[in-house]
């Protein structure tokens, strides 16, 4: 018994050691947050002083090392996530999580942002004169001294991650990839072109292809400047989106008011823009202090310079612009001659290129991507044969021309005039920016800034063009000038909820731009006769009406108010049809709506055009825009099911079997009584990790939290339609700001999960349930307030 008694007490023992040498080895790779470092490459010590939310506030003598410290600080918190962007954006995940991975890298490589971020790094970063260069490489050097000297983040070592030195070509793979989720002619066109080609044009007249006519249209204004001085193509482009472990861009709410409706005589600005979610959150703050430069910035990884922030003159925030700057081009291939295309009169050669793909436990991948003038040919990048018809190319802005992107943000950081800024805003040239602007000058303003091609007036950018006869090219770019903007205007605010902006030259620009809900509440919530406040600025960031779902729930309720017999189906109706659109995690009527939405959607569609292009489809702005038309159009001919041949469904008989299968959903997962189906319960916030999906979500996952929001309300908290009944939140707002320009040094912000991306750190998760519950925190700018509530002190020496 004593030989059983001391094996158990050594068992104990041996287990309570190897956890404590497991916690040991992760506390050691925690963020250094209090220390002294020498590093090399320094000309004088740099101070950083983190508050108690683990933000840097950095205080330095020269611009260069202020940059350096801003590198090593932001990849001692977010390498893993620096990591992982470059990689797939360059294509390369493979490399470290295996064959899973290779069609996301295929699908990369054939876009070719590996060969933009190359070419871009040669062409403004062969001198470092500049100073948006000189401070680039300051902060790539600073990035580099932690991964060559600083603790391996835990990620690195369980999935197997070589430590490498970050490059210039890893500053544009970012651009590209912010780019990238820009664009949503990715999902729409070849599900577009799909349902011409398949059904007819009658089946894309439900369906919100160009601007609808009930749109609000940001309004363009010029005022006085003020001084006090096809299947397999849907499929593959589909399934590598679904399989990418990092978030894309979804959206994004932003509005400044003037001085005169702010309750302080100074603009306001207010800002969340909307990205998917994940763990880490995307944007990482930081307070830059050094002799004639003071900026407090939100940026993303591996890009040295913010992309949202204030100085001590004017703040600027960003939404989605939604310009269609993704256009495909069906060509014609030589019957002779297989690898040459017409145009015009003439047949010209593809280029082509090789592409390796290293893959982890594999062999590596071989693959070639052919060109055409118009761009990479996309058909086949999973099959990489070109099946099923013509070959299909890919003509993207951001692969067009020079990208002026870091450049542009530096000097918008920099900026102590509004012409500066203006000149600033006017550089950006892909992807599309709608840019939020107001100063301590009383200015306000918004430019959808981009490079816009001028296409012929025949052509529908949406769909397929033509790359053989010429017909279809474009004749050239709108000068700046003519882009929308809006320049303090008498109505006393500027404002985009990435919905359509007034015209371009006589003509509305086609894009993928969102419905009027959220641009509608807008308009509707700062144009009431008051003076504003930064309280009311954060009340409007969490506000959850919705009159357009409204609206929609009561076409649905009316339609099956004379159908509904037993008291659950009655239930439903009259929970549509009294919904006034808040979206409350206490509230009824959302579950019901969005359950019954889903069924009618996927009841409706999925038999023409198939799950996956539906899911790609619903991955869009377009059926948000057509809910109400669609839904409202008793004679659409989505409403026929065309596996029943001889019979002919109506919109009631649809939404009938939506009605049914909705009260079987919600008392399978809130409860048997209607007044159990309560939101909350299916619609919850998680910030999943990358490891999520190797089952570690338990230790690197943030949250559920129950949410009140939902879809394009302005507490964006959105998720998919599908069929199970459950709405776990997918994206939403990846921060809240708001600044007021008469104390610009107390602006206010939180952010969805955390400061730091390392799960050791105390600031990796503590602002996660802040942000679910509707909480803010302060922007520090003031030395004093910052060393009032400072928690750590790391000072940086130079070698």
Not at 295 to 305: C, K, R, S
Not at 754 to 767: A, D, E, I, R
């Amino acid at each position: 018994m004593k030989i059983i008694n001391r094996i158990i007490i050594g068992v104990v023992i041996f287990i309570i050691l190897f956890v404590l040498g497991i916690y040991s080895y992760l506390r050691s790779t925690a963020p250094k947050l209090t220390d002294t470092v020498t590093l090399t490459g320094l000309k004088s010590e740099v101070e950083v002083l983190y508050d108690e939310y683990g933000i840097p506030h950095i205080y330095a003598q020269h611009d260069e090392d202020a940059y350096y410290a801003l590198g090593y600080v932001h990849a001692q918190d977010r390498l893993f996530q620096m990591e992982m962007l470059r990689r797939a954006a360059g294509g390369r995940l493979a490399e470290v999580l295996g064959e899973d991975l290779i069609n996301v890298d295929k699908f990369f490589r054939t876009l070719g942002l590996n060969h933009f971020a190359k070419a871009h790094a040669e062409k403004f970063f062969n001198a470092d004169t500049a100073a948006y260069q000189r401070l680039s490489i300051a902060y790539q050097k600073g990035v580099n001294e932690f991964v060559k000297n600083g603790k391996t983040p835990i990620e690195f070592s369980l999935m197997g991650i070589p430590k490498e030195e970050f490059t210039a070509q890893d500053i544009y793979l970012a651009v590209g990839f912010m780019s990238f989720g820009f664009a949503e002619g990715f999902n729409a066109d070849p599900v577009l072109q799909k349902i011409k080609t398949e059904w007819g044009e009658q089946y894309l007249k439900d369906l919100a292809v160009e601007t609808p006519e009930d749109a609000v249209l940001i309004q363009n204004f010029s005022g006085a400047i003020k001084s006090k001085n096809n299947d397999q193509l849907i499929a593959a482009i589909h399934h590598a989106l679904e399989t990418l472990p990092v978030p894309l861009w979804q959206g994004s709410n932003g509005w400044v008011i003037s001085g005169d409706k702010s309750s302080t005589g100074a603009p306001i600005l207010a800002n969340d823009t909307h990205i998917g979610y994940g763990q880490p959150a995307v944007w990482y703050e930081a307070h830059i202090e050094y002799p004639g430069f003071s900026f407090y910035g939100h940026h993303l990884a591996g890009i040295p310079f913010g992309l949202l922030g204030n100085n001590r003159f004017c703040g600027f925030g960003l939404t989605m612009f939604e310009n269609d700057d993704v256009d495909f081009f069906q060509e014609q291939v030589n019957p002779e001659n297989e690898n040459q295309v017409q145009f015009k009169e003439e047949w010209e050669n593809l280029n082509k290129r090789i592409e390796i793909i290293n893959v982890a436990g594999a062999n590596p991948l071989e693959f070639e991507v052919r060109s055409s003038r118009h761009g990479p040919i996309i058909n086949g990048i999973v099959e990489n044969v070109l099946e099923g018809g013509e070959p299909i190319a890919l003509a993207w802005q951001l692969l067009m021309m020079d990208n002026f992107a870091v450049k542009a943000a530096y000097q918008l950081n920099h900026a102590t005039s509004f012409e500066q800024a203006r000149e600033a805003v006017s550089m950006f040239s892909a992807p599309g920016l709608n840019v939020m602007y107001g100063d301590t000058d009383g200015n306000i303003a918004w430019w959808a800034a981009a490079r816009l091609p001028v296409r012929p007036k025949h052509v529908q950018s949406k769909l397929f063009l033509d790359g053989a006869s010429g017909n279809d090219e474009f004749e050239g770019y709108y000068e700046f000038s003519k882009n929308p903007q809006a320049i303090n205007p008498p109505w006393g605010y500027v404002y985009s909820a990435n919905n359509q902006p007034d015209s371009v030259d006589g003509i509305l620009y086609p894009g993928y731009y969102y419905p009027k809900s959220r641009a509608g509440r807008i308009v509707e919530l700062l144009s009431a006769d008051k003076k504003f406040s930064v309280e009311d600025m954060k009340t409007i960031q969490l506000d959850v009406m919705s009159h357009m779902h409204a609206d929609v729930a009561k076409i649905i309720a009316g339609v099956l108010r004379p159908v509904a017999t037993d008291e659950n189906q009655k239930a439903v109706v009259n929970e549509l049809s009294r919904w006034d659109g808040k979206h409350l995690a206490t509230e009824i009527a959302p579950s019901i709506y969005y359950t019954i939405l889903s069924q009618i959607i996927y009841l409706s569609m999925a038999d023409e055009i198939g799950v996956t292009a539906l899911k790609s489809l619903q991955a869009t702005s377009i059926p948000k825009n057509s809910f109400h038309s669609f839904i409202g159009n008793n004679e659409s001919p989505w409403w026929d099911n065309v596996h029943t041949p001889g019979k002919k469904e109506s919109r009631q008989d649809i939404l009938v079997q939506a009605l049914e299968k909705t009260i079987q959903l919600l008392q399978k997962n809130c409860g048997k009584k209607p007044e159990q189906w309560t939101w909350g319960k299916i619609h919850t916030l998680t910030h999943k990790h990358a490891l999520n999906e190797a089952g570690l979500g338990f230790i690197f996952n943030a949250g559920p939290f129950m949410v009140d929001g939902g879809s394009e309300v302005l507490n964006n908290l959105h998720f998919s339609l599908d069929t199970t009944g459950y709405f776990p939140v997918t994206g939403g707002p990846a921060l809240r700001k708001v600044t007021d320009f008469s104390n610009v040094e107390n602006g206010e912000t939180i952010s969805p999960s955390g400061q730091s991306g390392n799960v050791m750190s105390p600031h990796y998760k503590n602002q996660a349930e802040m942000f679910a519950t509707g909480k803010y925190r302060k922007m520090l700018m003031n030395r004093d307030d910052i060393l009032a509530h400072q928690k750590n002190k790391l000072v940086l020496k130079p070698d």
